[in-house]
């Protein structure tokens, strides 16, 4: 069974302040790890993927993997009233015929307060 | 087109009715993959798509979700005989191939049922 666990929130942070989302998973075998946000109505949207341990920045995002003890977690930095949505975090596991699908987890409610 | 295309966007179907949703991915996209979100929930896996090969289907929750890609690009998920608890918004997502590539989300086909 695949499992994907985050806090549902809501997590409010103050604008301009880091905050940090965080995602443990069940599956060893899992081999990319992604950060999607999704606003109220609309489709969830791509912003980090993170395929080895460590980090990865991208602008004001940093991925972080640790596999050792199967967590991933997502820093925005200087974080903006416009990030406010749901994070949420995925999994993919491969197997002999490809990809499996993601796995979600059922998202963070991020609240940036102005 | 130039992202994922899902229709309708919005149905309200009556207890019983059978309904079919529409997804046509990014172009030269092989995989193609359906998920149920319910409110509040991250997106449920429910089949993959390589080609017109279903190489998935373990997510469909009973035998009357049915679906299919005859020509490996347009897909169409039909539920037959709609229960309350099929309301979700089933999103449709493309990727040039499955593992470790990015996956497109269309905006989702909103299903109510009444």
């Known amino acids: 069974q695949k499992e994907v666990e985050q806090n549902s929130g809501p997590l409010s942070v103050p604008e301009g302040a880091i905050a940090s989302l965080n995602c443990t998973y069940s599956?060893?075998?899992?081999?990319?790890f992604f950060w999607y946000r999704q606003y109220s109505g609309k489709s969830p949207e791509l912003i980090m993927s993170?395929?080895?341990?460590g980090d990865k920045e991208d602008g004001r995002f940093t991925a972080q993997l640790n596999k050792a003890s199967q967590y991933v977690s997502l820093l925005i930095r200087d974080s903006q009233p416009s990030d406010s949505a749901t994070y949420l975090c995925?999994?993919?596991?491969?197997?002999?015929?490809?990809?499996?699908?993601?796995?979600f987890g059922k998202g963070t409610h991020l609240i940036i307060q102005p | 087109g130039a992202g994922v295309s899902q229709s309708p966007r919005y149905k309200v179907a009556k207890r019983g009715q059978d309904v079919a949703l529409r997804c046509d991915p990014i172009?030269?996209?092989?995989?193609l993959f359906w998920y149920q979100q319910a409110l509040g929930q991250g997106p449920e896996f429910l089949t993959y798509?390589?080609?017109?090969?279903?190489?998935?289907k373990s997510g469909l929750p009973s035998d009357r979700f049915f679906a299919e890609r005859p020509e490996g690009s347009v897909s169409t998920l039909k539920i037959q005989r709609t229960q309350q608890e099929d309301s979700a918004v089933y999103l449709c997502?493309?990727?040039?191939?499955?593992?470790?590539?990015?996956?497109?989300f269309g905006e989702g086909s909103w299903l109510t049922v009444v």
């Open positions: 997502a493309s990727s040039y191939t499955g593992a470790g590539n990015t996956i497109y």
């Open positions: 993170i395929y080895s341990n």
């Open positions: 995925a999994v993919e596991v491969y197997s002999g015929g490809g990809a499996d699908g993601l796995t």
């Open positions: 599956d060893r075998g899992s081999q990319s």
């Open positions: 172009s030269g996209h092989v995989s």
């Open positions: 798509f390589q080609n017109e090969a279903q190489l998935d």
